[in-house]
């Protein structure tokens, strides 16, 4: 699967929230996907940015770290702009993207809870602890 550019993730917004989402001005590069949730007292589709991109970018344009994420607090997840204001999220760890093509649903399968990690994962297969 490929990365989703800024236009990808754009069109997909327009289409999901009848062109309601709004976007944060500058920060095309930390626009990561949508989020979909009870925001104020209606289900939406919002924006979704990584905080830590933002960073990057603020510091991009000349800011040092500091400013940035003060920057970052005052004017950015700081505003509200009504319940399509975009979200930003704290991101820990790589999410695993599987194609629905490409999961096995075979009878055996289709009772137990779906795996998320591949068997070659350094986790362990499905089921395993990582403590081993």
Do not use: K
């Amino acid at each position: 699967m490929t990365d989703l550019s800024f236009d990808d993730i754009r069109q997909e917004l327009v289409e999901r929230s009848d062109g309601e989402a709004l976007l944060a001005d500058g920060l095309e590069d930390a626009l990561i996907g949508t989020a979909e949730g009870w925001f104020g007292n209606s289900h939406r589709v919002v924006a979704l940015y990584d905080l830590s991109l933002c960073v990057r970018v603020l510091m991009s344009w000349g800011m040092d770290e500091e400013e940035a994420d003060e920057y970052i607090g005052y004017n950015i997840t700081g505003a509200y702009a009504g319940p399509s204001t975009p979200v930003f999220g704290v991101i820990h760890r790589q999410p695993l993207i599987v194609s629905c093509e490409d999961r096995d649903l075979s009878a055996e399968q289709e009772n137990s809870p779906p795996s998320y990690f591949p068997g070659d994962s350094p986790f362990g297969g499905a089921g395993q602890s990582m403590r081993g």
